[in-house]
Structure formats: C-alpha cells, structure tokens
C-alpha cells in the first residue's frame, strides 16, 4: 500500500518569487514512481513532473523541480519564477508496480501579483 | 493526438437514478482508470482497466461498476445514486500499464451532480 502525505492545505506566494510545495510518501515497493499534477479551477489535471525511485538525480521540467529526499521519502515540488496562471491546486501522487496511482490531499497555491 | 475525452461534462441526476459515464483513451492507450475527486475526500481510485479486463479495483460500493471495450473505450456506471455520489469523475490514460513511469493522461472529468 502506498500513502502520500501533503501537508500544507494552502500556500501563498509572491509573483516571480519561487516556492516549494511539501510532499511525503509511505511505501513498501521498491520501485516507484513519484508525480506532481496541477489541477486548475477548470478541473482537468496537468502533469507536471515525474521522479523514478532509482533516479540520482532531481528531476527538473522548465520551472519545476523535484527535490527528491529517498532517505527521507520526500518529494517536494519546487516552482521557480512564479507566475499568475500557477494558481490552482497540486497533487503529489505515487505509484507502484501494477498499482494504481495514490494521490495525496492536495495544495492550494495562490500567487499574489 | 487527440487527448482523453469525456462525456458527458455535466450531469445532473436525482437520488435513485442510475447513471453512465464515457472516457476514450488517447490513441493507442489500451490502460483506463477511473477516479472520484470530491471536496471532502480528495482523489480516490475506483478501479483499472486493460485490454477490456478489470485490474485493479478501490474500495467502492458494488453500486460502481465498469468496463472496457475492445477500442479501449471505458464507460463506469453507478447504480441507486446517493446525494454523496456528486463528485468530479475523472479518467486516465496509459502505456504501457503496469509500470512504474508511465504518466497517466487525464480527461476532464464529467462532473455529476445528484439532486
């Protein structure tokens, strides 16, 4: 079973300043894979960045970062430049093989102009 | 390519209705799940399928059913809607199924509302 924890239900950050949205995950699986999707208020999700469990390094897609702590099972997602349309809510979500997808409770980021 | 699509995108029913809901894959993606995002319980999975099989299934009441056709087309259909059946349906796409990388494309979502 696989369980992602999100802890911070709403964040708030200043356009063009960078942030970092908190994610851990719980797993008995030896390989998996760590998401972060983007959900605006129109309801469709956007996949943003994905992390293999054997992968060294951070995983990085434009202004999105991944900071992947294995010892600590985080995987925090870091927007750089923030930008108005970021606003919307973000999934972190594992999976692993042959498993469905598990998401966490999501966080709301609002960037303020 | 064309992505996921949904239909319906809204629907509105009564209690003791029954209801069904259409998801086509992107091309070529034979592997389709289903999920159930509502306010107070956040994204939950209510089953998998691939190449017209059931593989996975979440903790939802016999109500919830669905199925794959042989063009990867899914359809799920809930049976004697409850008021706390309203929730954004959403449905994913992908391949190969079963591996750990493989990025699920979403539709959507058809947003049920049960009066």
């Known amino acids: 079973a696989q369980k992602i924890t999100q802890t911070q239900p709403g964040m708030f950050v200043q356009e063009k300043e960078a942030v970092t949205l908190d994610c851990t995950y719980d797993?008995?699986?030896?390989?998996?894979?760590l998401f972060w999707y983007k959900q605006p208020s129109s309801g469709e999700m956007i996949f943003l960045i994905y992390?293999?469990?054997?992968?060294?390094q951070n995983a990085t897609e434009g202004r999105y970062s991944l900071n992947f702590q294995k010892a600590r099972k985080s995987a925090n997602l870091v927007i750089s430049a923030s930008q108005l349309g970021d606003s919307a809510m973000y999934f972190c979500?594992?999976?692993?093989?042959?498993?469905?997808?598990?998401f966490g409770t999501g966080t709301k980021l609002q960037v303020i102009p | 390519k064309a992505g996921v699509t949904q239909t319906p995108r809204y629907l509105i029913k009564t209690r003791g209705q029954q209801v069904t809901l259409s998801c086509s894959p992107i091309?070529?993606?034979?592997?389709v799940s289903w999920y159930q995002q509502t306010p107070g319980q956040g994204l939950q999975f209510l089953f998998e399928?691939?190449?017209?099989?059931?593989?996975n299934k979440g903790n939802f009441p016999g109500r919830f059913s669905g199925r794959q056709f042989s063009n990867s087309r899914s359809e799920m259909n809930v049976s004697t809607l409850e008021l706390g059946d309203s929730a954004l349906y959403l449905c994913?796409?992908?391949?190969?199924?079963?591996?750990?990388?493989?990025?699920?494309?979403f539709g959507p979502g058809t947003r049920l509302t049960v009066l």
């Open positions: 979500a594992s999976r692993g093989g042959y498993q469905k997808v598990t």
């Open positions: 797993t008995s699986d030896q390989s998996y894979g």
């Open positions: 992390q293999g469990s054997y992968d060294e």
């Open positions: 091309s070529g993606h034979r592997s």
């Open positions: 399928y691939f190449s017209e099989t059931q593989r």
């Open positions: 994913a796409s992908s391949w190969p199924p079963g591996e750990v990388d493989n990025e699920q494309f």
